[in-house]
C-alpha cells in the first residue's frame, strides 16, 4: 500500500514540480528576451514538458525509493524512541538530505513529494494498483497539453 501511495505522489509532485519549475524559470538558457506576457506564457508552456521529461523519470524511481526509505528509517526511529513526532521529523529530514543531490531543483522537488505524501497518507484513503496507474495520467496529460500548445 505505501509504494502505491508513492507512485500517486510521484505522479501529483512531479508535474507540480515541472508546471512551478516552469513558470519560475521559463528560460532555462536565456538565449531570448521575454518582454512581454505572452512572450513569457508561451515560455513557460514551452518549457514545462522539457522540464517533465526530466524530473518525471527521476522523481518516479530516485524519489520513490528515498521516500520509501526515509519513512522506514523515520518509522524505526520512531519506535525505538516511542515518540511519534520523531517519524515525521526524521523522515522529512531525510527528505531533505536525499534531495539535495542536485540542489536547488532537486530539494524543491524533494520537500514537493514529501508534502504531497504527507497529505495522502493523512487522507488514510487506501490506494490500490488500479489508483497508482490511473496516476500516471497527470503527467501525461499535462505533458501532453503543453505540446499541444506548442504545435499549436
Known sequence: MIFTR????ASISSTFFA???GFVLPNPFGDGNISSFP???LSSVTIIPVYMVYSFPAIMIYG???SIISDKVGEFISVKAQEKKAE???????H?????????FSLGASILFFITD??????N???KWMDSIKSLAIPLLTWLICMGFVWW
Open 39 to 41: 512572450n513569457y506564457l
Open 125 to 127: 484513503n487506501k490506494y
Open 118 to 123: 504527507r497529505i495522502m497518507k493523512i487522507r
Open 6 to 9: 508513492k507512485i500517486i505522489a
Open 96 to 104: 531533505i538530505v536525499f534531495g539535495l543531490i542536485l540542489f536547488w
Open 88 to 94: 515525521l521529523i526524521v523522515s522529512g529530514a531525510l
Open 19 to 21: 508546471i512551478i519549475l
Open 64 to 66: 520513490v525509493v528515498t
